[in-house]
């Protein structure tokens, strides 16, 4: 039984996913090897890609937010993105791959993958596409999979605007690593980690360690409150550095990129973060009530949308910081308690193994 997983390195989320996917799969002795597609068609194409992803989102985040909205807007049974031609082309060698691998099924962790896919001619195999954020990407129109993951059962009426029915959706959440269904104490945590045990707050803003961490962090530095910090800057060197010259009343754990964030939320109280879809399920999973910030403009403005109008956030505004943000969740228990309760009932914290347990009896339905 083999399955192939294919991503795109369009931030880490992707081939997170990936990885806590075939995590699972390997454990059931399902032989699984995943591709950056891509990287795989062309080195230079994959790294262009990555970097250029980087670089819109990190340096003209309105020009994309307004690509994205173009695209959105756009008529029904319009294409959205690469000319048929090109992704025709760039398709067949991933084929010819795909072929002498034979897998027995194709997972699919971003939509460019998917489009990929939808082009190949001969292999013949069940396809599943993992939509890894809490709205429907307008690219997704351009696929056809047999089965489409999303990340809740409040993505159906999307789905069927988007993608014509809900009959082959599969609201099994967002696959995240296995760890983080494991649950440590927060005392425990705390005194695992070096920290006191008191109100935690923990703002982090995705392996890059984009926005503006430093000014975040003087603003609740000077919030008359008492709790305590726990800031990850992930590989942005500069800001952790920054961070560490700052001066603050309050005691702070700052880190560069670690490999506990599991353990990091497990010591804390509520999240500050980016709404990328990876995270925030892990958050999610947690039990954290999260605050949100510099949202990417497109699909993190959405999930952002979707997790405000289900109560399991607050959002930093020009008009309404950090700390104000956070002031109103910490002397509000009502809406603290409302937020939980959300929480719990929109984790998915068994995501990977659902959709691995899936795949395995689709493989064997398909087989026999």
Not at 237 to 261: C, F, Q, S, T, W
């Amino acid at each position: 039984m083999k399955v192939l997983i294919l991503s795109v390195t369009a931030g880490q989320g992707h081939h997170q996913c990936g990885m806590a996917v075939s995590e699972y799969l390997k454990s059931q002795n399902v032989e699984c090897k995943m591709v950056d597609c891509l990287s795989y068609i062309n080195k230079i194409l994959g790294e262009s890609v990555s970097h250029g992803y980087l670089f819109s989102t990190q340096h003209s985040p309105v020009t994309y937010g307004k690509i994205y909205r173009m695209i959105e807007k756009k008529e029904p049974q319009s294409p959205t993105s690469l000319p048929r031609l090109t992704v025709t082309l760039l398709a067949k060698k991933l084929e010819k791959y795909c072929y002498n691998y034979n897998p027995d099924l194709i997972l699919c962790t971003h939509v460019w993958a998917s489009q990929l896919v939808t082009e190949f001619q001969y292999l013949k195999v069940p396809t599943i596409g993992i939509i890894t954020d809490f709205t429907i990407h307008p690219f997704w129109e351009d696929t056809c999979m047999d089965y489409y993951v999303t990340a809740s059962e409040l993505l159906e009426n999307q789905a069927r605007k988007k993608l014509g029915s809900t009959a082959n959706i599969l609201p099994f959440g967002i696959p995240i690593s296995p760890k983080f269904s494991n649950h440590t104490p927060k005392e425990k945590a705390r005194e695992i980690l070096g920290f006191k045990n008191k109100t935690t707050v923990f703002i982090i803003s995705g392996s890059m360690g984009f926005g503006h961490i430093e000014k975040q962090i003087t603003a609740l530095d000077n919030l008359d409150a008492d709790f305590q910090i726990v800031s990850v800057c992930g590989r942005n060197e500069r800001a952790k550095n920054h961070i560490d010259k700052l001066k603050l009343k309050k005691d702070i754990y700052n880190y560069g990129y670690v490999n506990n964030i599991d353990l990091l939320m497990d010591a804390s109280d509520i999240i500050i973060t980016k709404p990328g879809g990876l995270t925030t399920s892990e958050a999610l999973t947690k039990g954290l009530p999260m605050i949100l910030m510099t949202p990417i403009p497109g699909q993190e403005e959405r999930n952002a949308e979707f997790f405000l109008n289900n109560g399991v956030a607050a959002m930093i505004t020009d008009t309404f910081p950090i700390d104000e943000c956070l002031f109103h969740i910490l002397n509000n228990k009502e809406r603290l308690l409302m937020m939980k309760h959300a929480i719990e009932n929109m984790a998915k914290p068994d995501a990977a193994k659902t959709l691995g347990d899936f795949i395995i009896e689709t493989i064997n339905s398909n087989l026999r």
